[in-house]
C-alpha cells in the first residue's frame, strides 16, 4: 500500500511559479513510475509529467514542455515527487493529483489532490 499526500497549490499571477509536493510513504519499492496528473474544470484527466524510478526518465505533456519540471527525492523510507511550475498560466489552473503505479501488482494510487489557480 501506498499513501500520497500532496501541497503546494494556490493562486498565482499569470507568469508566475509555484511548486507542488508529493510526498509518498509505505511499499515505495513496488512502485515504477510517479507522475501528476491535472483535471481542469469541464476537462478530461490529462497527465502533466511522470518519472521512471528505476531510471529517471521523464515525460511531459505538450501544454508544459520548457514549463514544468518533475523531480524525485529520496529519503529512507519516503519519496517525495516535485512539480516546479513556471510561467504559468491561466490554462494551468486545475487540480492537480499525483500517482504512482506499481507494474508489478499491479497497483495505482492516487493522492486527494490540489488546487492551482492561474489568475489576475
Known amino acids: 500500500q501506498v499513501h500520497l499526500v500532496e501541497s503546494g497549490g494556490g493562486l498565482v499571477q499569470p507568469g508566475g511559479s509555484l511548486r507542488l509536493s508529493c510526498v509518498a510513504s509505505?511499499?515505495?519499492?513496488?512502485?515504477?513510475?510517479m507522475g501528476w496528473y491535472r483535471r481542469a474544470p469541464g476537462k478530461q484527466r490529462e497527465l502533466v509529467a511522470s518519472?521512471?524510478?528505476?531510471?529517471?526518465?521523464?515525460?511531459?505533456g505538450n501544454s508544459v514542455k520548457g514549463r514544468f519540471t518533475i523531480s524525485v527525492s529520496r529519503d529512507n523510507a519516503k519519496n517525495t515527487v516535485y512539480l516546479q511550475m513556471n510561467s504559468l498560466k491561466p490554462e494551468d489552473t486545475a487540480v492537480y493529483y499525483c500517482?504512482?503505479?506499481?507494474?508489478?501488482?499491479?497497483?495505482?494510487?492516487w493522492g486527494q489532490g490540489t488546487r492551482v489557480t492561474v489568475s489576475s
Open positions: 518519472f521512471i524510478i528505476r531510471d529517471g526518465t521523464t515525460y511531459y
Open positions: 500517482n504512482a503505479q506499481d507494474y508489478v501488482n499491479p497497483m495505482e494510487y
Open positions: 509505505g511499499s515505495m519499492s513496488e512502485i515504477n513510475v
